[in-house]
């Protein structure tokens, strides 16, 4: 019953902008912190940005200063704003919860930068 469902990925041309939305259905979202990871083939999943339950977030050095992640706990969604998007951006997006030892992840949305 637990979900946490990822839209708004597709293709971009390199210096575009694309904005990411997950929707968290069946937790308390409020207490929950928030963070987008990705995964591009032949990679390690890495961690892209995070949101705390206070609104406190954190970025990867090589998407700081292009994204902005934040939330609506209203909505219980959780987007991912990214501006000036490389070839390098181009992986699959998920959306990742975390409370205490509770861990839940989304499906994954593919993100593609190409000319």
């Known amino acids: 019953q637990v979900q946490l469902v990822e839209s708004g990925g597709g293709l971009v041309q390199p210096g575009g902008s694309l904005r990411l939305s997950c929707a968290a259905s069946?937790?308390?979202?409020?207490?929950?912190?928030m963070g987008w990871y990705r995964q591009a083939p032949g990679q390690e999943r890495e961690l892209v940005a995070g949101?705390?339950?206070?609104?406190?977030?954190n970025y990867a050095d090589s998407v700081k200063g292009r994204f902005t992640i934040s939330r609506d706990n209203a909505k219980n969604t959780v987007y991912l704003q990214m501006n000036s998007l490389k070839p390098e951006d181009t992986a699959v997006y998920y959306c990742?919860?975390?409370?205490?030892?509770?861990?839940?992840w989304g499906q994954g949305t593919q993100v593609t930068v190409s000319a």
């Open positions: 949101i705390s339950r206070g609104g406190s977030t």
């Open positions: 990742n919860g975390r409370v205490s030892t509770i861990t839940y």
């Open positions: 069946g937790i308390t979202f409020s207490v929950y912190g």
